[in-house]
């Protein structure tokens, strides 16, 4: 376990000598800062663009003296104590101080050795506190309903009871990159300055970001721009995994908390209210494979995880203006970037020019699953949304050049990127496609491939699978 070190002052030192190094140091930190401030003025920073040159200048960390408050940092564990001692030895060696954020580690149940762990790092850092929720009956098979009560019980907790109005919420499964506190302290700025007011059809309407995420869902190392450390998108896909609320938010949701899959209930549209949270192109969380294996989703991800590694970038977010997220302006480059961007398809993925960005549509869900396949991109979805999405948009670098896969009308009329809806339905559709992945497409069934039609019915039944059919759930032929 590290421990924070202590600066110890010479005792044999001269008072005069100390005067005249301190006067040193003073005119050499004089001097650093003011160079700092012509970086800050001469960065330019955009937000969705790549291969400019001035712009693969990565930031410079810059030391944060303030003491003031920013946020607490809910660690959410249950079993898992060295994925813990793991998650808070990382969070605690980069807490910039202990007026700044406060770490809560919540466990759920009362495993000893997950407790000793927590109770340790209690004792060792100023500002960390331990609480615990009492584990429920429930069975080990099906954890999700487990974590969404812990969750509800956790945020209710530092929010109504502990009156914290910033929280950032991990996992003891994550690592974290090098400047993920520099992002949150950003991303708090970015929160609160988003309340974007609306005039649709004389009606006002106010769009607020709903969170601050660390995780980039296609995060992968081999289809993003490694060098942009400072890229920041929209996303209408709510990404998890190292995220940040602000109460307002935890006041509306609090009382319509699901039972279990909370996740997917923060992505449904009623939920949503068409609001949308920020990423970063490079992840400052990833999982932690070793430690704490496959995680909730049954290993499912397991590829797409693997790929994703927490950033080592250390930029420093404090030099990069919130408007590059801010709605309106965002909106309004990531339009001129999709009607910059040249048409390609996928015959000729491996004809482009670096120089370039480049655009392809998509129609509907088979030309969705076609292209995420090609690029690598997660195919899943949500709500009607891919992961990632914004406005029906998701971008990936591939072959060293940005890509935006864009709904067929944002292609022919970039200027319409806002008007994208997310249809629902696509979410049986989707879920029919793996549906005949697993079973038409490798010829376990070799009629016509049905869900709904007799004769597959009455195949399911003749193998004693007819629960796994309707295990898949509700589907929509396409
Ligand atoms: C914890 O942080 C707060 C400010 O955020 C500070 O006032 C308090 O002194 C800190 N607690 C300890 C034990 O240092
Ligand atoms: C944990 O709680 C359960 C249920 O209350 C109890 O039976 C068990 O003894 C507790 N274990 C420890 C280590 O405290
Ligand atoms: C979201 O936006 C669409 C299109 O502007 C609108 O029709 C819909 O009513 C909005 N939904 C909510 C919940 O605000
Ligand atoms: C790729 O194909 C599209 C459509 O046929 C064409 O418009 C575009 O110019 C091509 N791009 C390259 C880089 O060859």
């Known amino acids: 376990m590290k421990r924070v070190l202590?600066?110890?002052?010479?005792?044999?030192?001269?008072?005069?000598?100390?005067?005249?190094?301190?006067l040193v140091l003073?005119?050499?930190?004089?001097?650093?800062?003011?160079?700092?401030?012509?970086?800050?003025?001469?960065?330019?920073?955009?937000?969705?663009?790549?291969?400019?040159?001035?712009?693969e200048e990565v930031l410079k960390p810059n030391a944060d003296n303030d003491q003031t408050f920013i946020a607490a940092v809910l660690v959410f564990c249950a079993t898992r104590p060295d994925a813990l001692r793991n998650h808070l030895s990382q969070l605690l060696a980069q807490r910039p101080s202990?007026?700044?954020?406060?770490?809560?580690?919540?466990?759920?149940?009362?495993?000893?050795?997950?407790?000793?762990?927590?109770?340790?790092?209690?004792?060792?850092?100023?500002?960390?506190?331990?609480?615990?929720?009492?584990?429920?009956?429930?069975?080990?098979?099906?954890?999700?309903?487990?974590?969404?009560?812990?969750?509800?019980?956790?945020?209710d907790k530092v929010f109504k009871e502990?009156?914290?109005?910033?929280?950032?919420?991990?996992?003891?499964?994550?690592?974290i990159g090098n400047d993920f506190f520099s992002y949150f302290h950003w991303g708090k700025q970015v929160l609160n300055t988003d309340d974007t007011i609306w005039q649709i059809d004389d009606v006002q309407c106010i769009i607020v970001f709903r969170c601050v995420s660390a995780w980039n869902d296609n995060g992968g190392s081999n289809i993003i721009d490694t060098k942009r450390g400072d890229l920041v998108w929209r996303t209408d896909f709510f990404p998890g995994l190292g995220w940040m609320l602000s109460?307002?938010?935890?006041?509306?949701?609090?009382?319509?908390?699901?039972?279990?899959?909370?996740?997917?209930?923060?992505?449904?549209?009623?939920?949503?209210?068409?609001?949308?949270?920020?990423?970063?192109?490079?992840s400052r969380t990833s999982h932690n494979m070793k430690l704490a294996g496959k995680g909730s989703s049954g290993g499912m991800f397991k590829d797409y995880l693997s790929k994703i590694s927490a950033s080592n970038a250390n930029v420093d977010f404090s030099l990069l203006?919130?408007?590059?997220?801010?709605?309106?302006?965002?909106?309004?480059?990531?339009?001129?970037?999709?009607?910059?961007?040249?048409?390609?398809?996928?015959?000729?993925?491996?004809?482009?020019?670096?120089?370039?960005?480049?655009?392809i549509p998509y129609k509907n869900i088979r030309d969705w699953h076609q292209l995420a396949a090609h690029f690598k991109l997660m195919t899943d979805i949500r709500g009607g949304m891919q992961r990632?999405?914004?406005?029906?948009?998701?971008?990936?670098?591939?072959?060293?050049?940005?890509?935006?896969?864009?709904?067929?009308?944002?292609?022919?009329d970039p200027s319409q990127l806002t008007n994208y809806v997310y249809d629902p339905d696509w979410d049986k559709q989707n879920r029919f496609i793996e549906f005949e992945t697993y079973y038409c497409k490798t010829k376990k069934y070799l009629g016509k491939c049905d869900p709904h039609s007799p004769?597959?019915?009455?195949?399911?039944?003749?193998k004693g699978w007819k629960k796994r059919l309707d295990d898949w759930g509700e589907m929509i032929v396409v």
């Open 321 to 359: 203006p919130t408007t590059v997220v801010l709605k309106l302006s965002y909106d309004k480059r990531l339009i001129e970037e999709i009607e910059d961007a040249k048409p390609i398809d996928l015959q000729n993925t491996t004809n482009m020019e670096k120089t370039y960005n480049y655009k």
């Open 455 to 462: 004769e597959m019915i009455a195949f399911f039944k003749k």
């Open 388 to 412: 990632t999405a914004y406005y029906g948009v998701v971008t990936v670098m591939y072959n060293m050049c940005r890509i935006f896969v864009v709904p067929e009308s944002t292609y022919q």
């Open 98 to 155: 202990h007026f700044q954020y406060h770490v809560i580690i919540s466990q759920d149940g009362n495993k000893t050795s997950v407790a000793q762990v927590a109770s340790r790092f209690v004792k060792d850092f100023k500002n960390v506190t331990h609480i615990q929720h009492e584990k429920t009956e429930i069975k080990k098979r099906n954890n999700y309903p487990a974590i969404s009560a812990h969750y509800k019980w956790a945020l």
């Open 247 to 282: 109460r307002e938010l935890w006041d509306e949701l609090s009382p319509g908390f699901p039972a279990a899959y909370w996740d997917d209930w923060m992505r449904k549209p009623e939920v949503r209210k068409n609001r949308s949270c920020i990423h970063p192109e490079i």
């Open 26 to 55: 003073c005119s050499f930190i004089i001097y650093l800062r003011s160079e700092d401030h012509e970086l800050q003025k001469n960065t330019v920073i955009h937000g969705p663009r790549s291969n400019s040159k001035e712009e």
């Open 6 to 22: 202590r600066r110890s002052a010479s005792k044999h030192a001269s008072t005069l000598f100390k005067v005249i190094v301190i």
């Open 162 to 175: 502990f009156r914290y109005d910033h929280v950032i919420v991990t996992e003891d499964d994550l690592d």
